[in-house]
């Protein structure tokens, strides 16, 4: 299966602060998402990213599938941005996703 | 767009019990998903399907689970002889073909 590494595990920022997450990734992949999950364990869509550059917000994502690997931008972090975040991909010829172990972030006020 | 919706969102049982959860996808996606996801790590996959066509399934789904769709709508995955480290929160996902998933809010087992 194609493995995925997030980095870093943990962050810790206060509030206003700028964070960058990454994710890379083992083998070319046809679709990459990036989630939120709160703390009730619902996963949120964030991005569906399987290569270049979207924005929503104060949320960016870009992915470059040649290197392999996706970056996750937060401007101007809020509490409510506190919770894990997810990077998943699949692969050319699969259905399923496999996920990353996450990256927990948590923003003081 | 009512997004997926899981049934029950927490359930309770005894080891050796059966459990059966079930999941509606939203209602234009062909494809359905299971994952599991333990505390601290990211979701695993189990199984997906097509209409109702099981296409994938993952050595995770041992014998005593099993996973249905049976008219390509709504599906259910039942647990049988529940163990302990069946303990988790199980997530249902749906998809139009290739483009993204959507998730539920999980169904949380507890085995006691």
């Known amino acids: 299966g194609i493995q995925v590494e997030q980095s870093p595990p943990d962050l810790i920022l206060q509030e206003g602060a700028n964070s960058t997450l990454r994710c890379n990734f083992s083998?070319?992949?046809?679709?990459l998402q990036w989630f939120h999950q709160n703390p009730w364990g619902q996963l949120i869509n964030l991005f569906y990213?399987?290569?270049g550059t979207k924005q929503n917000g104060r949320l960016s994502a870009t992915t470059v599938a040649t290197e392999r690997y996706s970056l996750l931008y937060i401007s101007s972090s809020q509490t409510t941005d506190s919770g894990v975040y997810f990077c998943?991909?699949?692969?050319?010829?699969?259905?399923?996703?496999?996920f990353g172990r996450g990256t927990q972030l948590t923003v003081w006020p | 767009d009512t997004g997926v919706s899981q049934d029950p969102r927490h359930k309770i049982t005894k080891r050796g019990q059966n459990v059966t959860f079930r999941c509606d996808p939203i209602?234009?996606?062909?494809?359905l998903y299971w994952y599991r996801q333990t505390l601290g790590q990211g979701p695993e996959f189990l199984t997906y399907?097509?209409?109702?066509?099981?296409?994938?399934k993952s050595r995770l789904l041992s014998d005593r689970f099993s996973a249905e769709r049976p008219k390509g709508s709504f599906s259910t995955l039942e647990i049988q002889r529940t163990e302990q480290g069946d303990s988790a929160m199980y997530l249902c996902?749906?998809?139009?073909?290739?483009?993204?998933?959507?998730f539920g809010n999980g169904t949380r087992l507890t085995v006691t």
């Open positions: 996902a749906s998809s139009l073909s290739n483009s993204p998933l959507h």
């Open positions: 209602s234009e996606h062909n494809r």
């Open positions: 998943a991909v699949r692969g050319s010829t699969l259905g399923r996703l496999y």
């Open positions: 083998d070319s992949v046809n679709n």
């Open positions: 990213i399987p290569s």
């Open positions: 399907f097509q209409n109702e066509a099981q296409l994938e």
